[in-house]
């Protein structure tokens, strides 16, 4: 802890790839803060700027190594700046790091979140870099203090590592085998943070729905959505992201039967033919895939089902990219997030080979990209007419030439922007409920007969604007995507 007579140190951090990653970076600014430091507000550099990393795509590094070429410049302007790296790219690299930027304060890894203080405060006082990567989860991030970027919605990991061994996927190799929390602990957590004024949460893993694998008990994660509907003030339950693997019918039937568990689900296909699946070595097949859909919309009618889908991995043909092209036509996806293969330096899929020449790679790209996108399209105006409750979401909302509308996630997680009620204050964290009116590719405008339910979670917001307010946490160019599942 500083003493007294010196400034209050600020800092930023920055998240690049998945939500698991910003429900870490929320674990590093508890960190700091519990050290007496705040967040930077406005454009001054901090004093402290963690980078937490991804390390899914090829261009990964790229961004790595560019914004610590950006920040070299800070630090020849000032060099009590600190500057540490952690996440996903600095467990893959190490010491690399530091040789190819020594003007690098730490460097921690993702089983070691808590040692970042220490790293800094030893890199301070000894004037030399210092790194600390561990090769298994010391303590689970979730115990670790937090301070989170959202007064009404939460991430709640449930277990951190994966068992699955995708052959493009090098998250096993950085965040090790999957370790599942107590289900007491992450039930404590959840009534911990509703008390705080938090309505909506999202149970994270990197596959879901195996929770419980490690204690033995394979029901543990639909046990946990029913037991998430006891608990009082907790509006929305979502979770990201599940595997069709182990995807069962007991956690299809938990989603239809708890009241407060959203029928939305992100169901990574990755692709559609089983050549490929089974090259990717994803343990299911195109007929499996497609029956969990069948059965997901028999008990969810209202069901948005989004997906993951991989362009271009090595070996593909024409045949095998229609049979992708097939499920996307049977699934009907309310958004499908797609990539074109990057060859991930350590994962088998990089040395196979037949790896596809980069046009082909681009020209199925479009097409999937086509059909998917006219697809969500046509499913957001099946909504037009219909009544929408909106989580009113941190920020100004958008303005046309003729309405200023609020922006929020229904509860399919549908992106909308609803007209601001006349003369109503309405808060982030607050409902509204309005008749959609216009569907676009990836919006919905609702703009009458808008109501307000003003919440606690309105509350708990207008509350932590009382309080200093430090800037929101920079989150990388890549945005936000599911953890890799
Ligand atoms: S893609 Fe997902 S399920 Fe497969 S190894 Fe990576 S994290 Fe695990």
Same mark, same amino acid.
């Given at each position: 802890?500083?003493?007294?007579?010196?400034?209050?140190?600020?800092?930023?951090?920055?998240?690049?790839?998945?939500?698991?990653?910003?429900?870490?970076?929320?674990?590093?600014?508890?960190?700091?803060?519990?050290?007496?430091?705040?967040?930077?507000?406005?454009?001054?550099?901090?004093?402290?700027?963690?980078?937490?990393?991804?390390?899914?795509?090829?261009?990964?590094?790229?961004?790595?190594?560019?914004?610590?070429?950006?920040?070299?410049?800070?630090?020849?302007?000032?060099?009590?700046?600190?500057?540490?790296?952690?996440?996903?790219?600095?467990?893959?690299?190490?010491?690399?790091?530091?040789?190819?930027?020594?003007?690098?304060?730490?460097?921690?890894?993702?089983?070691?979140?808590?040692?970042?203080?220490?790293?800094?405060?030893?890199?301070?006082?000894?004037?030399?870099?210092?790194?600390?990567?561990?090769?298994?989860?010391?303590?689970?991030?979730?115990?670790?203090?937090?301070?989170?970027?959202?007064?009404?919605?939460?991430?709640?990991?449930?277990?951190?590592?994966?068992?699955?061994?995708?052959?493009?996927?090098?998250?096993?190799?950085?965040?090790?085998?999957?370790?599942?929390?107590?289900?007491?602990?992450?039930?404590?957590?959840?009534?911990?943070?509703?008390?705080?004024?938090?309505?909506?949460?999202?149970?994270?893993?990197?596959?879901?729905?195996?929770?419980?694998?490690?204690?033995?008990?394979?029901?543990?994660?639909?046990?946990?959505?029913?037991?998430?509907?006891?608990?009082?003030?907790?509006?929305?339950?979502?979770?990201?992201?599940?595997?069709?693997?182990?995807?069962?019918?007991?956690?299809?039937?938990?989603?239809?039967?708890?009241?407060?568990?959203?029928?939305?689900?992100?169901?990574?296909?990755?692709?559609?033919?089983?050549?490929?699946?089974?090259?990717?070595?994803?343990?299911?097949?195109? !007929?499996?895939?497609? /029956?969990?859909? %069948?059965? +997901? #919309?028999? @008990?969810?009618?209202? &069901? *948005?089902? $989004?997906?993951?889908?991989?362009?271009?991995?090595?070996?593909?043909?024409? !045949?095998?990219?229609? /049979?992708?092209? %097939?499920? +996307? #036509?049977? @699934?009907?996806?309310? &958004? *499908?997030? $797609?990539?074109?293969?990057?060859?991930?330096?350590?994962?088998?899929?990089? !040395?196979?080979?037949?790896?596809?020449?980069?046009? +082909?790679?681009?020209?199925?790209?479009?097409?999937?990209?086509?059909?998917?996108?006219?697809?969500?399209?046509?499913?957001?105006?099946?909504?037009?007419?219909?009544?929408?409750?909106?989580?009113?979401?941190?920020?100004?909302?958008?303005?046309?030439?003729?309405?200023?509308?609020?922006?929020?996630?229904?509860?399919?997680?549908?992106?909308?922007?609803?007209?601001?009620?006349?003369?109503?204050?309405?808060?982030?964290?607050?409902?509204?409920?309005?008749?959609?009116?216009?569907?676009?590719?990836?919006?919905?405008?609702?703009?009458?007969?808008?109501?307000?339910?003003?919440?606690?979670?309105?509350?708990?917001?207008?509350?932590?604007?009382?309080?200093?307010?430090?800037?929101?946490?920079?989150?990388?160019?890549?945005?936000?995507?599911?953890?890799?599942?």
């Amino acid at each position: 802890m500083s003493n007294l007579t010196e400034r209050v140190r600020t800092y930023e951090v920055r998240t690049f790839g998945c939500q698991m990653n910003v429900h870490d970076s929320e674990r590093l600014a508890g960190l700091l803060e519990a050290e007496g430091m705040v967040r930077q507000v406005g454009d001054e550099p901090a004093d402290v700027i963690v980078l937490n990393t991804c390390a899914v795509r090829e261009n990964a590094d790229n961004k790595l190594y560019g914004n610590l070429g950006q920040l070299r410049a800070l630090k020849l302007e000032n060099p009590d700046l600190q500057i540490a790296v952690g996440g996903c790219l600095a467990q893959k690299d190490q010491g690399i790091i530091i040789k190819r930027a020594p003007w690098v304060d730490a460097v921690f890894g993702t089983h070691n979140l808590a040692a970042l203080p220490v790293l800094l405060e030893r890199a301070r006082i000894e004037r030399e870099a210092q790194i600390e990567i561990a090769e298994s989860l010391e303590a689970f991030p979730s115990t670790l203090p937090s301070k989170r970027d959202s007064a009404y919605s939460a991430w709640v990991s449930v277990s951190v590592g994966c068992n699955n061994t995708c052959t493009f996927c090098i998250v096993p190799a950085l965040r090790g085998k999957e370790k599942d929390r107590r289900p007491g602990d992450i039930l404590n957590e959840v009534r911990m943070l509703v008390d705080q004024g938090v309505i909506e949460i999202t149970l994270l893993g990197q596959n879901v729905n195996a929770y419980g694998v490690e204690f033995g008990d394979r029901e543990a994660f639909s046990k946990l959505l029913r037991a998430c509907g006891d608990i009082e003030g907790l509006e929305r339950v979502r979770f990201t992201s599940p595997h069709p693997k182990e995807f069962s019918d007991d956690v299809i039937a938990a989603m239809a039967e708890t009241h407060n568990v959203m029928h939305q689900l992100h169901m990574p296909l990755q692709s559609g033919s089983d050549r490929i699946l089974a090259a990717m070595k994803r343990s299911y097949r195109q !007929e499996r895939y497609l /029956g969990i859909i %069948e059965r +997901v #919309r028999k @008990a969810m009618p209202d &069901a *948005a089902i $989004t997906t993951d889908i991989i362009v271009g991995f090595p070996g593909e043909t024409e !045949e095998d990219f229609e /049979g992708t092209l %097939e499920v +996307v #036509r049977q @699934a009907r996806f309310a &958004a *499908a997030f $797609t990539f074109q293969y990057s060859k991930r330096p350590g994962t088998p899929a990089a !040395e196979m080979p037949d790896q596809i020449p980069a046009d +082909v790679v681009t020209e199925r790209f479009d097409r999937l990209v086509a059909l998917a996108n006219g697809i969500t399209w046509d499913e957001n105006k099946k909504l037009v007419g219909q009544r929408v409750e909106v989580l009113i979401a941190d920020g100004e909302g958008k303005k046309d030439e003729t309405t200023l509308r609020l922006s929020g996630r229904s509860k399919d997680y549908r992106l909308v922007h609803v007209a601001r009620p006349e003369g109503l204050d309405v808060r982030p964290g607050d409902m509204l409920s309005a008749t959609v009116t216009y569907a676009a590719p990836y919006h919905l405008l609702a703009d009458t007969d808008v109501t307000l339910r003003r919440t606690r979670a309105g509350d708990a917001w207008e509350n932590s604007q009382a309080a200093p307010q430090p800037s929101l946490l920079q989150i990388g160019s890549l945005g936000v995507r599911s953890p890799q599942s």
